[in-house]
Nanobody, 120 residues
Framework: QVQLVESGGGLVQAGGSLRLSCAAS????????MAWYSQAPGKQRELDAT???????NYADSVKGRFTISRDNAKNMAYLQMNSLKPEDTAVYYC??????????????WGQGTLVTASS
């Protein structure tokens, strides 16, 4: 069994900052790509940021320059630093990871989500 648990969501005023954390646990041999997605009310889940095991990052245009994804491979953690939050960033944020449980066996795992609300 492998699971991801997000934390750090909450209510913040527009212009403020939050830092989300994602902890992976269970039978983990290696973690490949990690990512953060967001799903606003009534909308589809969207990809915000990705980070490879070598720490190469990519961002959606909507968050570029405001959000920073990072990871700690020793702790099996990923983070999303969210600055200059806007009301339109309000969403449930999900952590996603491609986890190698044993050599050659890959699992795509989702966390349960954490709610971020940026009030105007």
């Amino acid at each position: 069994q492998v699971q991801l648990v997000e934390s750090g969501g909450g209510l913040v005023q527009a212009g403020g900052s939050l830092r989300l954390s994602c902890a992976a646990s269970g039978s983990i041999f290696r973690i490949k790509r990690m990512a953060w997605y967001s799903q606003a009310p009534g909308k589809q889940r969207e990809l915000d940021a990705t980070i490879t095991s070598g720490s190469t990052t990519n961002y959606a245009d909507s968050v570029k320059g405001r959000f920073t994804i990072s990871r700690d491979n020793a702790k099996n953690m990923a983070y999303l630093q969210m600055n200059s939050l806007k009301p339109e960033d309000t969403a449930v944020y999900y952590c996603n990871a491609v986890i190698v449980t044993t050599p050659g066996r890959y699992l795509a795992v989702w966390g349960q989500g954490t709610l971020v609300t940026a009030s105007s």
